[in-house]
């Protein structure tokens, strides 16, 4: 079983990068192949519907991502919603991320935000036929210290989430195969 980590934020201050890190080495501890994919690192077009579909890095992060069994989305939450980075990452690289097990880790500027992940996952349920685990963590600024490092109880809810990823990933990628239809 592989797991990729996306830190879908843009910002060089991320703090949902240091949320994709902590997740990362959460699956990795429970044995599974766990890799890092920062946005920051790839020129990623905006979506035109056309022509960018062909470009490099959209073919590169694609192929990364219909590898994974395991998706972990790191995202900040921008005036309550997911930023425009990760929702344009879906557009440009939605059907690799058919069937997949998807998990939600939110790095939010205060507490009333907890709900905004969910029109984004609902198109990766509806569109993508992503299942979606109903666990997600959800961190405020005071969530981790000025260095990043998450509180006992934020890092007690990532290793939730990993384990929570792992389990029913794998439980998916052990059952037999279904015949449903598109």
Do not use: Q
């Not at 979506?47 to 790191?74: F, K, M, N, T, W």
């Not at 905004?116 to 509806?126: D, H, K, Q, R, S």
């Not at 600024?141 to 809810?157: H, I, K, V």
């Amino acid at each position: 079983m592989r797991c990729l980590t996306l830190a879908a934020s843009l910002s060089p201050a991320s703090r949902s990068a240091g949320l994709a890190a902590a997740a990362r080495n959460a699956v990795a501890a429970h044995g599974v192949e766990s890799n890092l994919l920062d946005l920051r690192d790839h020129d990623l077009p905006l979506c035109d519907g056309g022509s960018c579909y062909a470009h490099p890095s959209v073919r590169e992060l694609s192929d990364a991502i219909g590898a994974a069994d395991l998706l972990l989305v790191a995202l900040p939450i921008y005036n309550y919603g997911v930023n425009a980075a990760a929702k344009n990452l879906v557009e440009l690289t939605g059907p690799a991320w058919t069937g997949k097990t998807v998990g939600f880790l939110c790095s939010a500027g205060g507490t009333s935000s907890h709900m905004a992940v969910m029109g984004f996952a609902n198109t990766l349920m509806l569109d993508c036929r992503c299942l979606v685990l109903p666990r997600f963590v959800y961190a405020a600024p005071d969530a981790a210290d000025a260095g990043g490092t998450p509180t006992a109880a934020l890092a007690e809810r990532i290793e939730a989430l990993a384990a929570e990823g792992v389990r029913v990933a794998s439980a998916l990628a052990e059952a037999p195969a279904a015949a449903v239809p598109a």
